[in-house]
């Protein structure tokens, strides 16, 4: 350590002497001229002068440790101070709380969770008497499509699942405001100190602000119900004539109502307020028993979808693995569909039985979902138990064109969606939580005992898919849902290191890792027990609606 300068203070009443070293500079005898006042009563070589303060010089020797422990007796703790650490008990480390990241995909209960705000533009939830398996989306007839502007409207239809009286409803919310802002400093100050505190200049640009702010107002909810015989298992809305509404039933039935007078009183309740505009606006009458039943099936099924090409043309399937086919008994102009007369309102249709269980799959034929072709009149496709997906023309009955086992351990295929801007892309979600997309050219291999190999396929889910839905305006993006929660994926996204990226065989035999959060997610949505449909909103968008056992939910997240 060396040498310290340290400059002492002493006593008052001592003195000290300016030590004089000798060098080769004349001395004070020979040289020194005392001024005038010192030449009497004391000599030159006599001379002291008074200082409080000295200089001393101490002197530190460097002292290590060991030598300190030497001179205490101590022998036995001669040891580095600075690296001795305390013992760590076994107890302790025991009882240390380890701290990990939440995974989606690794279970639990999310009871405990805390919704981020900040993660959604908008965020509504709603929980009804009695849940709801499925809920699909009510376009709007007079607010237009690709909406931004806040506040929204969301129209939706859903069936009950109740052990009393069920029903399907039509429901309304409107008013929907973005997630409130976080109030500024100032914004708070002014909210605690009242009105008075804000003076004129304030005022002013405060008035202009909110000009150009949303309005924020409370959600209003509005709904009317129709009776319904048992349980709803799945709901439809017609796509050429939002008035109609298919509902397959847990009695074995499918009925077909027309809700065209409670979207009137919908619409006609939040319209303008001028009374002349309310007054003049025609409502129809409310009907509310179904117009059309057909009981031909032999049991119950979830399967039921509308083509998007043909108008009225519907198809069913139930769980004993036969295809229904749908059409309007009488051809159905354009005129009709807009006009306010619904134009199968006194109608019935035609249902032809189409097709039956294959030879390849008696054991488990249940169809769990049909989806038609978004541009092909005749093209359908179904899920099957058992791991099959077909692939059907109606123009030639009683067999698919296309049939494969995707799932080589026999897992179910819950749910498919077909992509409406890219034709050829199909997806489909399992029973082992795996979800899949498929190129439809290459979907039919040679040999029939082997399986084909998507385009992708995700292993991260850890329980069954229940609803998957492509983006309607985007052709890469697609909704999930499981029992834990609803996500959103961007298929476009690839991962940045290619060593982690899935590619050829091992994507295609089971590429991906269950429970990892794969890349192209964006987005989950939590919260919900047992979330069982979800659906993009055609006119809002990235607007969500799902149904679960804790009720529905419309969002619309931050960052989409």
């Given at each position: 350590?060396?040498?310290?300068?340290?400059?002492?203070?002493?006593?008052?009443?001592?003195?000290?002497?300016?030590?004089?070293?000798?060098?080769?500079?004349?001395?004070?005898?020979?040289?020194?001229?005392?001024?005038?006042?010192?030449?009497?009563?004391?000599?030159?070589?006599?001379?002291?002068?008074?200082?409080?303060?000295?200089?001393?010089?101490?002197?530190?020797?460097?002292?290590?440790?060991?030598?300190?422990?030497?001179?205490?007796?101590?022998?036995?703790?001669?040891?580095?101070?600075?690296?001795?650490?305390?013992?760590?008990?076994?107890?302790?480390?025991?009882?240390?709380?380890?701290?990990?990241?939440?995974?989606?995909?690794?279970?639990?209960?999310?009871?405990?969770?805390?919704?981020?705000?900040?993660?959604?533009?908008?965020?509504?939830?709603?929980?009804?008497?009695?849940?709801?398996l499925s809920l699909d989306i009510v376009p709007d007839r007079t607010l237009g499509d690709n909406r931004t502007r806040f506040p929204h409207v969301v129209t939706m239809v859903v069936g009950s699942q109740s052990d009393r009286s069920n029903k399907l409803t039509v429901l309304r919310m409107s008013d929907l405001c973005r997630m409130a802002k976080e109030k500024t400093e100032k914004e708070m100050d002014d909210e605690m100190l009242g009105e008075e505190w804000n003076n004129d200049s304030d005022g002013e640009e405060r008035s202009s602000s909110d000009d150009d702010e949303e309005e924020e107002l409370d959600p209003v909810l509005e709904n009317y119900a129709f009776p319904h015989e048992g349980g709803i298992n799945r709901i439809r809305v017609c796509p050429q004539n939002n008035d109609i509404v298919a509902a397959w039933g847990e009695k074995g039935t499918v009925s077909l109502y027309d809700v065209g007078g409670a979207l009137d009183?919908?619409?006609?309740?939040?319209?303008?307020?001028?009374?002349?505009?309310?007054?003049?606006?025609?409502?129809?009458?409310?009907?509310?028993?179904?117009?059309?039943?057909?009981?031909?099936?032999?049991?119950?099924?979830?399967?039921?979808?509308?083509?998007?090409?043909?108008?009225?043309?519907?198809?069913?399937?139930?769980?004993?693995?036969?295809?229904?086919?749908?059409?309007?008994?009488?051809?159905?102009?354009?005129?009709?569909?807009?006009?306010?007369?619904?134009?199968?309102?006194?109608s019935s249709f035609e249902v032809k039985p189409t097709y039956s269980p294959s030879g390849d799959n008696l054991d488990?034929?249940?169809?769990?979902?049909?989806?038609?072709?978004?541009?092909?009149?005749?093209?359908?496709?179904?899920?099957?138990?058992?791991?099959?997906?077909?692939?059907?023309?109606?123009?030639?009955?009683?067999?698919?064109?296309?049939?494969?086992?995707?799932?080589?351990?026999?897992?179910?295929?819950?749910?498919?969606?077909?992509?409406?801007?890219?034709?050829?892309?199909?997806?489909?979600?399992g029973d082992?939580?795996?979800?899949?997309?498929?190129?439809?050219?290459?979907?039919?291999?040679?040999?029939?005992?082997?399986?084909?190999?998507?385009?992708?396929?995700?292993?991260?889910?850890?329980?069954?898919?229940?609803?998957?839905?492509?983006?309607?305006?985007?052709?890469?993006?697609?909704?999930?849902?499981?029992d834990n929660g609803t996500y959103i994926y961007d298929l476009s996204i690839e991962e940045d290191d290619p060593e982690k990226a899935n590619h050829g065989v091992e994507e295609a035999e089971g590429g991906g890792v269950e429970g990892v959060i794969p890349p192209q997610l964006l987005f989950v949505h939590s919260g919900s027990e047992m979330t069982k449909e979800v659906h993009w909103h055609p006119q809002i968008p990235s607007c969500v609606a799902t149904t679960s056992l804790s009720g529905y939910s419309v969002f619309i997240p931050s960052n989409l």
């Open positions: 350590m060396g040498k310290k300068s340290k400059r002492t203070r002493k006593s008052d009443d001592a003195a000290a002497q300016i030590i004089e070293e000798p060098t080769s500079t004349p001395s004070l005898k020979d040289e020194y001229r005392p001024a005038p006042s010192l030449r009497t009563g004391q000599q030159t070589d006599e001379l002291q002068c008074e200082d409080p303060y000295e200089d001393v010089y101490e002197e530190d020797d460097d002292v290590s440790y060991e030598d300190v422990y030497e001179s205490s007796g101590d022998e036995e703790e001669m040891v580095d101070a600075e690296t001795k650490l305390p013992a760590i008990n076994e107890s302790d480390r025991n009882n240390t709380t380890k701290v990990t990241a939440w995974n989606p995909f690794q279970g639990g209960n999310t009871s405990n969770l805390e919704m981020d705000e900040s993660a959604y533009k908008m965020h509504h939830a709603l929980t009804p008497e009695w849940p709801s009183l919908l619409d006609r309740s939040t319209m303008s307020s001028k009374a002349e505009t309310v007054s003049n606006y025609q409502v129809r009458k409310m009907r509310k028993d179904p117009f059309f039943v057909y009981s031909g099936h032999s049991t119950e099924g979830y399967a039921i979808d509308w083509s998007r090409v043909v108008p009225g043309r519907l198809a069913t399937a139930d769980c004993d693995g036969h295809i229904h086919i749908w059409n309007a008994s009488h051809p159905v102009a354009s005129k009709d569909i807009t006009s306010k007369s619904s134009p199968w309102g006194n488990n034929p249940s169809v769990e979902d049909l989806q038609w072709s978004p541009n092909e009149a005749t093209v359908l496709a179904s899920a099957e138990c058992g791991g099959f997906v077909r692939i059907y023309d109606v123009r030639c009955p009683s067999k698919a064109m296309i049939s494969n086992k995707i799932h080589g351990s026999g897992a179910d295929v819950n749910v498919i969606s077909w992509n409406r801007l890219v034709s050829n892309l199909l997806a489909s979600g082992d939580g795996s979800f899949c997309v498929w190129d439809l050219r290459n979907f039919q291999t040679q040999d029939k005992f082997k399986q084909p190999k998507p385009l992708a396929r995700f292993h991260c889910h850890t329980t069954p898919i229940t609803s998957l839905e492509w983006h309607p305006t985007d052709e890469s993006m697609i909704a999930v849902s499981d």
